[in-house]
C-alpha cells in the first residue's frame, strides 16, 4: 500500500470512530462482553449444586456363567448424589475391594467355590438400592477335541 492510501485508510477510521463507527457487517456477529464465571450472579432456579439424590442402578447386575479358571468381572452403573459407597457380597459375606475399581467386581481365575449369588449395594445418607445376580462356574474340560464330519466320502 502506498502512503498516500495509507493516509487515507487512517483518516476514514479516525472519522468513523469520532461517528459511532462503522455499521457491524452483516456476516460477522456482534462480540460479546467477556464475563467470567465469578461476575455472573447466579440464578437460584439454577443451582449449580445438584440436588441430593437416593442410590439407583442404572446398570443392574446380569446373571452369568464363565469356564473354570477364566476371569470375570461383574459390573453395574449407579447414579446418586453424594456418590453412593458400593459392597459387594459372595452368598451373603461381605467381599473385600481392595484393588478394585469402583462399579464393578474383578473375579480371577475362577474355581467352583466363586460359583453363586452376588449383591451390590449402593449407599448414601439418602437410602440405598440393591442388585444381585447368580454365577456359574463351569467347566469346560480341557483336552475335548472338536470332531468336524467328513464333507467328503473317501473313495
Not at 135 to 151: I, K, R, Y
Request: glycine share 8%; hydrophobic share 35%.
Amino acid at each position: 500500500m502506498r502512503k498516500a492510501e495509507v493516509q487515507m485508510t487512517l483518516k476514514k477510521g479516525a472519522e468513523e470512530e469520532a461517528h459511532g463507527g462503522a455499521p457491524p457487517s452483516p456476516r460477522i456477529p456482534l462480540k460479546r462482553a467477556k464475563v467470567s464465571p465469578d461476575q455472573v450472579v447466579p440464578d437460584p432456579a439454577d443451582s449449580v449444586y445438584p440436588t441430593p439424590t437416593p442410590p439407583v442402578f442404572i446398570r443392574k447386575m446380569r446373571n452369568a456363567a464363565v469356564g473354570l479358571g477364566c476371569d470375570i468381572r461383574l459390573k453395574v452403573a449407579v447414579a446418586g448424589d453424594p456418590q453412593p459407597c458400593l459392597y459387594w457380597y459372595h452368598n451373603q459375606n461381605l467381599l473385600d475391594m481392595d484393588n478394585q475399581e469402583y462399579g464393578g467386581l474383578w473375579i480371577r481365575d475362577c474355581k467352583p467355590s466363586h460359583a453363586g449369588l452376588y449383591t451390590c449395594i449402593a449407599s448414601n445418607y439418602l437410602g440405598e438400592a440393591k442388585t444381585s445376580a447368580v454365577l456359574a462356574v463351569l467347566d469346560l474340560g480341557e483336552g475335548l477335541e472338536l470332531q468336524t464330519p467328513a464333507l467328503y466320502p473317501h473313495p
